[in-house]
């Protein structure tokens, strides 16, 4: 007869692992299996919020993804506990105090006293049975034999396996009741051939998929380093450009690497989408076939064969996805490879060179807390911010993505905005009224004499490598020229047939670049012309960028189309960026246009903010 520990544990048994419940979990349909075990069949499941029974495929909801909390079945923990605290006797002795048991054999299926073990190792018959220790036995590592003698007919064996009732029978009830039920009756040996065989063929097929798809990992490995290696040429072709040059150039060599840095930045992020996923699908094919081999331990009957059936079943669906295609990979090196450095001849040239083979999307389009409240946009120092100053009252911070960070001066009516070198703010409101403000937006004990509104007008501002502050009034026909600590201005530069609306410092040469109604000038210290651009038809709005480069948003206005091109500090031309951007067109024709710290471009209208960076 069957020990206690014998029907006990062979009941408690998880349908997956086949070893003794450990923390049962059970679901909505009332299966119950160990919590690891429904965690590694819930990974291999694409549907993340449902874990779907492998005996009845019913689902049970699990919009958390946290299998820990799912209700614990703990009647049926305690009894695993008792019966793991219940040391098995001698099923062989005949005496009716039965000693403990200290081995098991696995062909008979009976556990043996020291006495009993020693007689079953000299029995010729026996000597080559499978004898382990009960510790192996109770620790879960060795499984109990399941193939037992028939309850109905003690004296036969169970060699037999009904196909319909998926459980293993004698000879005489498969002949008596199963056959008579029209179940299909073979051999044991057979039908545990056939699971041996379906479990060897799938991890047969795992493992040509699993290296298939290492292989396409390894793939995406070389497209990156041939990325890295082509990004590192480009460094190198920059940085010996750059050795030919004079000292000023390291701004612009910097801007260049700031475009490189962002280029391998998209392109990283979308090989490593791509391995993220060739790497979750080896995750998922070695968690299904961890339990499907889980099928080789023991034969399989019922749940635990319906389960192993459901898990093969859902491995052999993964198997048939369709390899993952090197193609993608390869299209992101061939975008990096087409990338290029052209570097300028002109030796007296700020513009060290320009990277081609790439273009500007369009980032990030905001629209303004207010419509038509625009006035100016220019850099915060050392932040890679942009400030968009408002006549409406208030100066905002946008972020690179577009985000508004903060918000500061609300009622000040903003005109112009320039930063020191310490960091210190000047700002200029619609009653031509500078004012010094510290780095927390505190104004200072400062007073500036300039120009009322009626007297001179609206213009632009600036400040130059020395802190010098431009001012600039399109009435007066005249910049003046102020140093922080205030009072009169120290100089004041004459218009030489142009009416500046906007001014720029260039900070290696101390020129000035000045919008014009329809040009854009440069002009030296004392404020003569020495280039001038122009278009026929467009409105041009221009900024110098941190390498002093100059780029230029030329407008059409009634179209609402804007191009955006770079020019050298001398107002050679470089590069188109941005060709006929269909833009929201506002009422009021004033635009500014400014270059962020990191490199991207915002192009602002009265209602808009437009961010635009390149793209692969």
């Avoid at 054999?105 to 079953?120: F, I, P, T, V």
């Avoid at 030296?524 to 390498?547: F, H, I, Q, S």
């Amino acid at each position: 007869m069957a020990t206690f520990h014998q029907i006990s544990s062979q009941n408690l048994e998880c349908p997956i692992c086949l070893s003794l419940f450990n923390r049962p979990k059970s679901l909505a349909c009332s299966h119950t299996f160990c919590k690891h075990c429904l965690e590694r069949v819930f990974e291999t499941q694409r549907n993340q919020q449902a874990v779907k029974c492998p005996v009845c495929r019913k689902g049970t909801p699990l919009p958390s993804g946290n299998v820990g909390k799912l209700q614990t079945n703990l009647p049926l923990s305690s009894l695993v506990d008792e019966v793991k605290a219940k040391s098995p006797t001698c099923t062989v002795c005949k005496m009716d105090e039965k000693l403990p048991a200290v081995s098991y054999c696995q062909d008979c299926g009976k556990y043996m006293c020291k006495s009993c073990e020693k007689a079953h190792s000299i029995w010729t018959p026996f000597s080559i049975h499978s004898v382990v220790a009960m510790s192996e036995v109770l620790s879960g590592k060795v499984p109990i034999k399941r193939r037992q003698k028939c309850k109905k007919h003690p004296n036969d064996d169970e060699e037999y396996f009904c196909t319909g009732c998926r459980e293993y029978v004698c000879l005489r009830c498969g002949m008596l009741e199963h056959l008579q039920a029209g179940h299909q009756i073979k051999e044991a040996s057979i039908h545990e051939d056939k699971v041996m065989t379906n479990i060897k063929e799938l991890q047969e097929k795992t493992k040509s998929k699993k290296t298939t798809i290492e292989n396409h990992i390894d793939f995406i490995t070389t497209q990156r380093n041939e990325i890295t290696n082509t990004l590192r040429k480009l460094n190198v072709d920059i940085d010996k450009t750059y050795e030919e040059y004079m000292k000023l150039l390291s701004a612009r060599r910097e801007a260049l690497k700031s475009q490189v840095k962002r280029l391998s930045k998209k392109f990283e992020k979308e090989l490593q989408t791509m391995e993220e996923e060739s790497r979750q699908s080896v995750s998922q094919m070695n968690a299904m076939e961890e339990l499907v081999t889980n099928g080789m331990k023991v034969p399989l009957e019922k749940d635990a064969l319906t389960a192993h059936d459901t898990l093969c079943e859902n491995l052999k669906i993964f198997l048939g996805h369709g390899d993952p295609d090197d193609q993608s990979p390869r299209g992101v090196t061939e975008r990096a490879k087409k990338i290029s450095f052209r570097k300028h001849v002109k030796v007296n040239e700020l513009c060290l060179g320009e990277l081609e083979g790439y273009t500007w999307n369009v980032k990030a389009d905001v629209e303004l807390p207010s419509k038509g409240i625009m006035e100016c946009v220019t850099r915060a120092p050392q932040d890679s911010k942009i400030v968009v100053g408002t006549w409406q009252g208030g100066i905002h911070f946008y972020s690179p993505d577009g985000e508004l960070q903060q918000t500061v001066l609300k009622d000040v009516s903003v005109v112009n905005i320039g930063f020191l070198s310490d960091g210190r703010s000047v700002v200029r409101d619609t009653d031509n009224n500078m004012s010094l403000y510290t780095q927390q937006w505190k104004k200072l004990d400062v007073t500036f004499k300039t120009m009322s509104y009626d007297e001179g007008g609206l213009g632009g501002l600036t400040v130059d490598r020395h802190d010098n502050i431009h001012m600039s009034y399109w009435k007066h026909k005249k910049i003046q020229v102020f140093i922080p600590r205030g009072g009169n201005s120290v100089r004041e530069i004459v218009y030489d047939g142009y009416l500046p609306d906007h001014i720029f410092s260039i900070q290696s040469t101390g020129k000035l670049i000045v919008k014009d109604i329809s040009d854009v000038v440069c002009i030296d210290g004392k404020g003569k012309k020495e280039n001038v651009l122009t278009k026929k038809g467009m409105n041009p709005y221009p900024a110098v960028c941190r390498d002093d480069s100059v780029i230029v948003a030329w407008v059409k206005h009634e179209e609402g189309l804007v191009s955006i091109d770079r020019y050298t500090r001398d107002l050679d031309h470089v590069r188109n960026l941005i060709t006929d951007f269909k833009m929201q067109k506002a009422e009021r024709g004033l635009y500014s246009l400014k270059e962020f710290e990191s490199g991207e471009i915002a192009f602002c209208t009265p209602d808009r903010l437009y961010i635009f960076d390149i793209a692969s």
